[in-house]
């Protein structure tokens, strides 16, 4: 399957955006679909994640209460909704799909976006 991130951008502090993800050459629902970010100099970190039927989702305790994870398999998007935005949230977002049971390591998602940049002003 192939992944195409997109809805990053510039914002200020406490604004709102939503990434988006479309999948391609898959069966979307064959997957657990997750996001990560890097920020510089930091590692790759679990944001959220989604499971195949959309009934379970996952979220960091950085980002709980504050980012939605949602899908649309007939669509074949998955959609990450950032409310309140902090500088702390700048970094390359990343949406990815795994094709097993572990929702919160990178190492279990075989198949990665190319990344879309959020930048957060204070």
């Known amino acids: 399957v192939q992944l195409q991130a997109s809805g990053g951008g510039l914002v200020q502090a406490g604004d709102s955006l939503r990434l988006s993800c479309a999948a391609s050459g898959g069966t979307l629902i064959t997957y657990i679909m997750g996001w990560f970010r890097q920020a510089p100099g930091k590692e790759r970190e679990f944001v959220a994640a989604?499971?195949?039927?959309?009934?379970?989702?996952y979220y960091s305790d950085s980002v709980k209460g504050r980012f939605t994870i949602s899908r649309d398999n007939a669509k074949k998007t998955v959609s990450l909704q950032m409310n309140t935005l902090k500088p702390e949230d700048t970094a390359v977002y990343y949406c990815?799909?795994?094709?097993?049971?572990?929702?919160?390591?990178?190492?279990?998602?075989?198949?990665w976006g190319q990344g879309t940049l959020v930048t957060v002003s204070s």
């Open positions: 989604i499971s195949r039927n959309g009934g379970s989702t």
């Open positions: 990815a799909a795994n094709p097993g049971t572990y929702y919160t390591s990178a190492r279990r998602y075989d198949y």
